[in-house]
């Protein structure tokens, strides 16, 4: 790093109050589609635009962010386009700064255990996407270095902060639906091939060797999502499909796709819950919302994806009966009530990111850390081997002993 992409220590501008402390957080990957979009400009700038976060005994902590990459040249573009005055394409130099007390991690996955190896051994605080690692043992070993090294780690848990799915967390602390009998999740959108119009996602996600597929990339998600709000996972059946395995990357030209671009999955959880979810690239969209979550219980149910839900509860519910000879005059939609947005949601990632720097500057404990993330791996990883030995597999509780 040199002093024309880092601005030295003496240029900055010292605030008066002493009730005001900056934290500088090196931000890898910035230039990818989520980190640039999710984390630098929806989550850490609009912290930084709000004047930081009020800590409870009323100081504020506030962000200067280093942005990471390995193309300098785009950084500087980066950087002058949010008026940041930090950059460089050299971790190593950046980890050995003092300045910087947290490592964010938005790399590829490939890329990213090696990374966070070296941040653990800086001593810097973490906060890193997911997938964590490419195996579940790596993922368990990062976990354990960083808590011998005592060192905070926080991994993305995203779709937790959903307005549907916050909504759908009050319904279940509320008791509405009675004891929970299971959930049925749909996630997922046609991806066009490549060929006559462009993909949606990266070539990469379509490429085993390079760590693609959507078992991967979704599992930890649903794992954290179904402990969270359902019970721990305790089994997983899942079938993993190439339903389309030609495809054509950025540069237009032909390749054979080597990962799973739809995976279908049971998961049993504690205390008895059954959940089934799809996940699709391959599939065309014929719902509400990208994502949704039908959750069945006792007295109601609830359907809610990214930003709605609505419910049904035991005594508004009509009384089906099956006849193929008639059609269906009822509405069943109709028998559905919208959920009241009683509350105000912020950005997902941002409001995750608000918890995590309270949880550093406080030094209290932080849930969705290294090892929450490797229990996502854990799954994804008995998913894609239940998937080619066609059985079910137990998941065994991970811990750092």
Avoid: C
Avoid at 280 to 301: A, I, K, M, P
């Amino acid at each position: 790093m040199s002093e024309t992409t880092i601005a030295p220590a003496s240029a900055r501008t010292e605030s008066a109050a002493p009730a005001v402390r900056e934290v500088g957080i090196i931000m890898n990957g910035v230039s990818g589609r989520m980190g640039y979009r999710q984390h630098l400009v929806r989550s850490i700038l609009a912290i930084r635009e709000q004047g930081g976060i009020e800590l409870p005994d009323g100081t504020r902590l506030t962000v200067r962010p280093l942005l990471v990459g390995r193309s300098e040249a785009k950084l500087a573009e980066l950087a002058a386009k949010h008026g940041i005055e930090d950059y460089t394409s050299d971790l190593d130099a950046a980890l050995a700064d003092p300045r910087w007390e947290i490592y964010a991690d938005f790399l590829v996955t490939k890329a990213r255990s090696s990374a966070l190896r070296k941040a653990i051994a800086a001593g810097k605080t973490i906060y890193t996407e997911k997938p964590t690692a490419e195996t579940v043992e790596e993922a368990l070993e990062l976990a354990r270095l960083a808590a011998d090294a005592g060192v905070k780690t926080g991994v993305v848990h995203d779709k937790l902060y959903l307005p549907g799915l916050q909504k759908l967390k009050r319904l279940i602390d509320s008791g509405f639906f009675g004891r929970i009998l299971s959930v049925r999740g749909e996630f997922g959108y046609w991806v066009f091939e490549g060929d006559w119009q462009p993909a949606q996602r990266p070539s990469w996600n379509y490429r085993a060797e390079d760590g693609g597929g959507i078992i991967v990339d979704m599992f930890p998600h649903w794992n954290y999502v179904l402990e969270n709000l359902f019970g721990k996972v305790e089994t997983v059946y899942a079938h993993a499909a190439v339903h389309i395995a030609d495809r054509w990357d950025e540069r237009g030209e032909h390749y054979t796709a080597t990962a799973e671009d739809a995976a279908y999955g049971v998961f049993e959880l504690a205390g008895g819950v059954v959940a089934q979810i799809n996940s699709s690239w391959t599939v065309r969209v014929n719902r509400d919302e990208l994502v949704e979550f039908h959750v069945d219980g006792t007295h109601g149910s609830a359907v809610v994806g990214l930003f709605g839900a609505k419910i049904q509860s035991r005594n508004a519910t009509p009384k089906p009966v099956w006849n193929p000879d008639l059609a269906d005059a009822h509405d069943y939609d109709a028998d559905w009530a919208e959920v009241p947005t009683n509350d105000v949601f912020q950005n997902g990632f941002k409001q995750q990111w608000e918890e995590f720097l309270l949880s550093f500057a406080t030094g209290s404990e932080y849930e969705f850390d290294l090892l929450s993330g490797a229990r996502g791996v854990q799954l994804a990883e008995a998913g894609l081997r239940s998937s080619s030995e066609g059985r079910k597999i137990e998941i065994v509780p991970l811990s750092l002993d």
